[in-house]
Structure formats: structure tokens, C-alpha cells
């Protein structure tokens, strides 16, 4: 609302509240004024009424109903008349309302006590009834009340007195009064509603007077607060427009005093609002360019981000590859295989269902790989891996896995060893149906390098939980069957049933670890001491092959190279040993050690056409001349007596290398082959050793053995050498390099590296020798 508004609201309020209060004054005033006057004029009506005392001393009651009747036509308000004697006998009565008569206050209570006989009596009433005109109003203002008014009437004549004549009564009246008597009273009822009604007529033009002349003052007022508020009104409005920044001009105002000091202000307001604007502006301005800069740099640092999350996500992916796929055929390996194998198989056991394992190993594999090479055998593994995964991935049989980033339907566990695994079998023909779609899938020949090559698999299958609830037994119950599968003709497959022998399991068992243990660094040389006994110094090693298994602790050779030599694996087992022995004696002189030889054992089996051209590769690969290398052979060697053993024998001669017969006396020993064969030593086997002082035949036997390798020039080492005995027998009868127990157990290549220190045995050496003598020892023979 405007300020005038405002004003001209509070200006009319005013002025109809005042006009109100007069209104209400005026009408109030009306009213007493009219009923005084009624008052006045019943009291003078009453007293000019000359009649009525006579009337009311003759009793002559037609003549006072006339009066009566008379009386109540001064007022419509007059509701009732009555007559009483000076007594205050009721003498007549006349009520304006018939119906509404109700019974006047009795006499006495009207004349009440202090009151005059000659005064007029005033009083009121409440009335349960108004007259039927005025009921509204008198309803409206609280409840009917009446006034009671009594007037004496008043004579010359004393009423005392008796028997007037009206002659003489109109006499008396007519002779100057000396005295005043009253005749009687005469009450009127007179009603306030009524009273109100008549004066309603003059209120209501009091009302529309004062409305008219209030409205015409506010009307008047109005214009002038206008005029007046109108610079006010405009100084709001540019006020307001100063807030909603439309106006940034100064301004002219017309009008004086406070409205000009308001308008200096406002064109302060102004002047600074434009300063503040244009500052504002600035600010803006460097606030966008500095936000343009930052949102650029932060788009910048976001692509940055962007790629540094997809390099993490590409490396994280790149490692989960390397992780748990195998390289060359992308087949989940070993690790994801042993992961996601546990987690199905807790699935299938809660989910009640069978889980079948297939294992498979290709028959033969090997021997493509060493006739062909590497890259033939990868290529032939990768068109193999791909050839299980699609034959099995159309497989109706294999149910859902758990993530499908991590199936492992088909993984490869290294080598030639791949495993189907069939979630959530029906049963077992199910799995046959599978395993005979794998072994027809592999039939169809692989082309490689213009070879056609048909590589078949060995099966061996185990079904969760029958045969194991857990992932290493199910794994070995597979790996066992695929073993019953090999040995029972190849390619086929086979159920793994309880019956598969214990035993055979064992030795299948050790077998299947001795393959991996290469891989698996499983294999180790402990070295044994050949000590030369006139100066106490090591002359040699012997390298022992040892098998670190993770399950059954050190294996000793003689229990995994025959094992080694029936599968076919003794090639590869001995051309690693050939290496690591000509590494470990390099490794051992570059350190200072002045080693002379290591003798490393060789299997009649490795004895085949390639080997002169492994060992001289071997040798050359390692640094290592060949004098410092010696062949231990077997008998077994000699025996086959071939045209190539002799040819390679003579080629390792003219390499240099030095070969040593190993076991003499146990076989065909035989004095031609040691003649024929180019040889350097001949080791005296410990069986005789051992047993010479209890044997005659095994001493004799040992002297015989010494007496041979003296005469053919051979250089002797006697093995298995424990006792003082021993060593007296042997070193005094020619035998004076000693391999035994007596110095040395074989030993780690870290604990022979302090043996090797020139002389080191010579005080041992030297107590053996005075113990003999304090001993009393001698000879044997
Ligand atoms: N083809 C390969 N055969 C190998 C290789 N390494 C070992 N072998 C063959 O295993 C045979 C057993 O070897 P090992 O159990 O190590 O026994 C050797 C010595 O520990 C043992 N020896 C030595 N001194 C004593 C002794 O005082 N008492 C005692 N009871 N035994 C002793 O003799 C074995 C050494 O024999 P030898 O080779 O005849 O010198 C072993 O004989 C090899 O045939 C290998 O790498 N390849």
C-alpha cells in the first residue's frame, strides 16, 4: 500500500469513528431529549385536564375512560394509562397493546417513601414484552424496558369532603384555589423501545448527515494527503527501481525539505550503486577468466586422470592377463584353474550338483617337441587349446560360472596338461559324451611346417564329490586316472574309481611330480669330497642329484632315476644336471677355488647319439674347460660294447673330458672293456669297501680291482669309505684317493666351500694315520 494509502485509511478511520461517536452521541441526546419532553408534556396534559378531577370524585367511569383514552393519543410510546384514587385505588385502566398488557408495579412501590403526595413519581421497569413495532429494537438493545411515570391529579376541591353537587363542585373549582388537593394519581407505562423507534427517523438522517459530511472530508483529505505523498510516492518508486537496478541516472524530484534531502540521497545511492556496478563488472570479469582458467586446467588434470585410471586399468588387466592366463594359448592357468576350481566346487556342494574334472595330457608331446623343436610344440599346444575350449564351449553340459572373466572350462596347467572342468553335471554319461568329443576333436592331424601331426590325449576324469569333495583330491583323482588312461594304451579317457591301485597311484603320484620338478626347481647337487690322503687336499666332487619334494621332503636318487629313466625323462633330468655341475664349478673357481674335476654320474639311457653334442654344448655354454668335467659311467654302458658308445667315448676323449667307470666289480666286469675303452679312473665301489674285513672275498676282490686300474694306468678312487680301517686297507695298498663318510657326507655347494681350502683333511689325515699305528693296525693282506 502506498504511503497516501496508508494515510487516507488511517484518515478515514478516524473520521468515521468520530463521526460514530457523534452520531451515537446525538442520538442519545435525541432520545433524552424526547422523552423529557414527552414526560413535560404528559405531566402538563394531565394537569389541564379540568374534567378529570371531577370525573374521579363522581367516579363517573365512562368520563375517565375518555380521558384515559385521551391521554395515550399524547404517545404512540405511552403503552398503558391507569387511574388510581388518592387512595390508590385502581379506578381505570387502558393499555395501548391488549395483548401485550402485563401488570403495571402496584401503587405503592410507585409513591415509595421521601416522595411527595404532589410530585410526580418517576420509575422503570423491565418487561418480558415489547410492543410488536419496537420488539427488534428492543431485543437489540438488551431486553424492553418501561417507564413508569405517576402524576397526581390535583383539585381545589378536598376529596375529603362529601355530597358535593357538581354545581357546587364546579364552583369550587371555579372560586380562586387556596388550597391544592390530590384526587388522584394517574401511571403511565411508557415504552424505551418505543420511545427509541420514534426518534429512529431523525437518527437516521443524524447517520446519513454525518456519513455524507465524513465522506466528504475524507474525500477532501484524500487529495490533499495526495498531493502531499505524491514526491514521497515518487522517490519510492524510483527507489525501487534503484533496487532492481533499472535506473542509474541521477534523479529530479520536485518538492522541498526532507524530500529533497531523500532524493540527495538516493542520487548518492545511485552514484555509488554505478561505482559499486562497474567494480562489480571487473570483478566479474577476472572471476570468469579465472574460472575459464581453472575449468580448462581441471578439464586438463580430468584427461590426465582419464588416462592415468585406463593406463592403472589396462596394467591391472595386463597383470590379472599375466596372473592367471597362460601366455601362449591365453587359457586360464594353474593359479586362476586352483582359484575358481575351490570356489565351484563349494558352489556345486551347496547347490547339491556333480562337478566333473577332466585331466588331459597329450600322449607322446615330448617327443614332437624334442624332434621338432619348441615352436612347432607351441604351435601345436595353442591349435590344441583352441580345439578343447571350442569343443567345449558348444557343449551343452557346461553350465554357468561364477564370473565369466574367470571361467575355466578349459585351462592349461603348464606344459602339455590341460583340464576341462563341467559344472553342474547330470551325470556321468554326460561327461563321457564331452571327454569323446575332446578325443575326436584332437584326432584331425595339425598342420606344422609341412609335418601333418596327429597329437592324442590321455583323459583321466573325477566327479565331485564322489571321488573328492576337495580341489587337490579331486585334482589328484583325475591326474590319476589320466595315468591308469596313458598306461592303459592312450588316448582314451577313464573314470577314477577307488580301485586304482594304491601303490601304482604312489609310484603314478611321483612320477606326475617328477615331471614338474624342474619347472619347479625341485632339483638340487650335493657335492661329495674326493680327497686326495698324501695331502689331505679335495681333488674332486662328486655331484649327487637330490629331489627337494614339497610333500615328501629329500627324495634320494636311487628312488626317482630309475622312475626318471622308465618315463623317459632322464635326458632332460641329465642335461640339466650336466649344466648346473659345470655352472656350479665355474661359479666355485671364479670364486678362487682351485677345484680340479667334478664328476658328474651318467645313465646308460642318456647315452644316445645327441649326447657328445649336448655335453660340448653344455661346456660351452658354461664356461667350463673340459678336463674339469668327468663322466662317471656305468658298467651298463660299457656292456653294450656298441660301435657308437665306443665313437662317442673316443670324441669325449678328444674333447677332453675325463671318464671315470663307476661301480666296477658290481656287473660284467670285465678286464677287455676296461682295455678297449679310453678311461681315466676306475672307482672302487663301496659294497667291497665296506664289507672287506669281513669278507676275504670282497678284500680280495678290492686289491684285485686296484691291482687291475694300476696296471691299465687308471687313476683309482675308492668310495663309501667310513672307517680307519678302511682307509689303512686302501691307502696301503695303493688306493689313495678317498670319496666317503670318513671326511665328508655330500654336501651343499655352500658347506663344501670351506672343505676346499688346500690340506684342509691333512690333520684328519694325520690322526687317522697315528691312530693305526698307536692302533697297531696293519695290513691285511
Ligand atoms: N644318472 C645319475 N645318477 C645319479 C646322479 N646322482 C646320483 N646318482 C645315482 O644315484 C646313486 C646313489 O647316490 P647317492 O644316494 O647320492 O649315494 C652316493 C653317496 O652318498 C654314497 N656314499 C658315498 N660315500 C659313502 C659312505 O661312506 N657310506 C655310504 N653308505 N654311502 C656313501 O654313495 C653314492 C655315490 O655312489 P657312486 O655314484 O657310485 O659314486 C649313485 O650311485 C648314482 O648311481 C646323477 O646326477 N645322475
Not at 724 to 734: A, I, K, R, Y
Request: hydrophobic share 45%.
Amino acid at each position: 500500500m502506498t504511503i497516501a494509502g496508508r494515510i487516507n485509511a488511517a484518515v478515514a478511520i478516524v473520521i468515521l469513528s468520530a463521526s460514530a461517536v457523534a452520531v451515537v452521541a446525538l442520538g442519545v441526546r435525541e432520545y433524552h431529549s424526547h422523552r423529557d419532553d414527552l414526560l413535560t408534556r404528559i405531566v402538563a396534559e394531565v394537569g389541564s385536564q379540568t374534567a378529570l378531577p371531577v370525573a374521579i370524585y363522581f367516579r363517573e367511569t365512562q368520563q375517565i375512560d375518555g380521558l384515559l383514552t385521551q391521554l395515550l393519543r399524547l404517545s404512540p410510546a405511552i403503552s398503558q394509562a391507569r387511574l388510581y384514587s388518592e387512595e390508590g385505588n385502581v379506578l381505570a385502566q387502558h393499555n395501548r397493546f391488549p395483548g401485550a398488557a402485563e401488570p403495571l408495579p402496584d401503587f405503592s412501590s410507585l409513591r415509595s417513601s421521601g416522595l411527595s403526595p404532589l410530585d410526580t413519581g418517576h420509575g422503570a421497569h423491565a418487561s418480558d414484552t415489547a410492543p410488536t413495532r419496537s420488539r427488534t429494537l428492543a431485543t437489540l438493545t438488551g431486553g424492553e424496558r418501561v417507564l413508569d411515570l405517576t402524576v397526581p391529579v390535583l383539585s381545589s376541591v378536598n376529596p375529603v369532603r362529601d355530597a358535593l353537587s357538581r354545581q357546587e363542585f364546579g364552583q369550587a373549582l371555579a372560586s380562586p384555589a387556596t388550597s391544592r388537593y390530590v384526587v388522584g394519581y394517574v401511571h403511565f407505562g411508557i415504552s424505551v423501545s418505543m420511545l427509541m423507534l420514534l426518534i429512529l427517523p431523525s437518527l437516521a438522517l443524524l447517520t446519513a448527515t454525518a456519513a455524507v459530511l465524513a465522506g466528504l472530508v475524507i474525500w477532501l483529505l484524500s487529495r490533499h494527503i495526495r498531493r502531499l505523498t505524491a514526491p514521497l510516492s515518487r522517490l519510492a518508486r524510483i527507489a525501487d527501481e534503484i533496487a532492481t537496478g533499472k535506473l542509474d541516472q541521477p534523479i529530479t524530484v520536485d518538492g522541498s525539505g526532507e524530500i529533497k534531502e531523500i532524493a540527495k540521497v538516493l542520487n548518492a545511492i545511485i552514484g555509488g550503486l554505478n561505482k559499486y556496478k562497474t567494480r562489480m563488472d571487473v570483478d566479474h570479469q577476472l572471476l570468469s577468466m579465472k574460472v575459464e582458467e581453472r575449468t580448462a586446467q581441471l578439464t586438463q588434470r580430468n584427461d590426465e586422470l582419464n588416462k592415468a585410471v585406463e593406463q592403472v586399468t589396462e596394467t591391472k588387466n595386463r597383470l590379472r592377463q599375466m596372473a592367471y592366463f597362460d601366455s601362449l594359448t591365453s587359457l586360464p592357468n594353474r593359479r586362476l584353474f586352483t582359484e575358481q576350481l575351490d570356489l565351484l566346487l563349494r558352489l556345486a556342494k551347496r547347490n547339491n550338483r556333480l562337478l566333473a574334472l577332466l585331466f588331459l595330457d597329450l600322449d607322446n608331446f615330448k617327443r614332437i617337441n624334442d624332434s621338432l623343436g619348441h615352436s612347432a610344440g607351441d604351435i601345436l599346444l595353442k591349435e590344441v587349446a583352441h580345439r578343447l575350449a571350442s569343443c567345449v564351449r558348444e557343449s551343452d553340459v557346461v553350465a554357468h560360472f561364477v564370473d565369466s572373466e574367470s571361467r575355466i572350462d578349459v585351462s592349461r596347467l603348464g606344459g602339455d596338461e590341460f583340464t576341462v572342468v563341467l559344472n553342474e553335471v547330470e551325470n556321468a554319461e554326460a561327461v563321457a559324451t564331452i571327454a569323446q568329443r575332446l578325443l575326436n576333436a584332437l584326432l584331425q592331424p595339425v598342420e606344422i611346417e609341412g609335418h601333418e601331426l596327429v597329437v592324442t590325449p590321455s583323459i583321466g576324469i573325477a566327479i565331485a564329490p564322489t571321488d573328492a569333495t576337495d580341489m587337490e583330491g579331486l585334482l589328484k583323482a583325475a591326474d590319476t586316472a589320466m595315468y591308469h588312461a596313458k598306461a592303459g594304451g592312450k588316448n582314451k579317457y577313464l573314470f577314477y574309481s577307488n580301485d586304482m591301485d594304491a601303490a601304482g597311484v604312489e609310484r603314478l603320484l611321483l612320477e606326475t611330480d617328477l615331471r614338474k620338478a624342474l619347472d619347479r626347481n625341485e632339483l638340487l647337487f650335493h657335492y661329495q669330497p674326493q680327497v686326495d690322503t698324501n695331502t689331505g687336499t679335495v681333488v674332486g666332487v662328486e655331484a649327487l642329484l637330490r629331489w627337494q619334494h614339497p610333500d615328501q621332503g629329500m627324495i634320494p636318487p636311487f628312488k626317482f632315476i630309475p622312475i626318471a629313466e622308465e618315463i623317459g625323462l632322464i635326458g632332460e633330468l641329465g642335461s640339466w644336471g650336466l649344466r648346473e655341475a659345470c655352472r656350479q664349478l665355474v661359479e666355485l673357481r671364479e670364486e678362487g677355488y682351485a677345484l680340479p674335476k667334478i664328476a658328474v654320474n651318467v645313465s646308460a639311457l642318456q647315452f644316445n647319439r645327441n649326447f657328445c653334442a649336448q655335453v660340448k654344448a653344455i661346456l660351452q655354454e658354461t664356461g667350463l674347460p673340459p678336463s674339469a668335467l668327468e663322466l662317471e659311467l656305468t658298467e651298463s654302458i660299457m656292456m653294450e660294447d656298441s660301435h657308437s658308445t665306443v665313437k662317442a667315448l673316443q670324441e669325449f676323449r678328444g674333447m677332453g673330458l675325463r671318464l671315470s667307470i663307476d661301480d666296477f666289480g658290481t656287473g660284467y666286469s670285465s678286464l677287455s672293456y676296461l682295455s678297449r675303452f679310453p678311461l681315466d679312473e676306475l672307482k672302487i665301489d663301496r659294497s667291497f669297501v665296506i664289507d672287506f674285513d669281513k669278507s676275504d672275498n670282497d678284500a680280495s676282490l678290492v686289491l684285485a680291482i686296484i691291482a687291475m686300474g694300476r696296471s691299465l694306468k687308471l687313476e683309482l678312487v675308492a668310495e663309501g669309505v667310513e672307517t680307519h680301517e678302511q682307509f689303512h686297507f686302501l691307502t696301503d695298498n695303493g688306493a689313495e684317493v678317498i670319496q666317503g663318510y670318513l671326511f665328508s657326507r655330500p654336501v651343499t655347494a655352500t658347506e663344501l666351500r670351506p672343505l676346499l681350502a688346500p690340506g684342509y683333511f691333512l690333520e684328519q689325515i694325520r690322526e687317522i694315520r697315528a691312530d693305526s699305528h698307536e692302533g697297531g693296525y696293519s695290513s691285511a693282506l
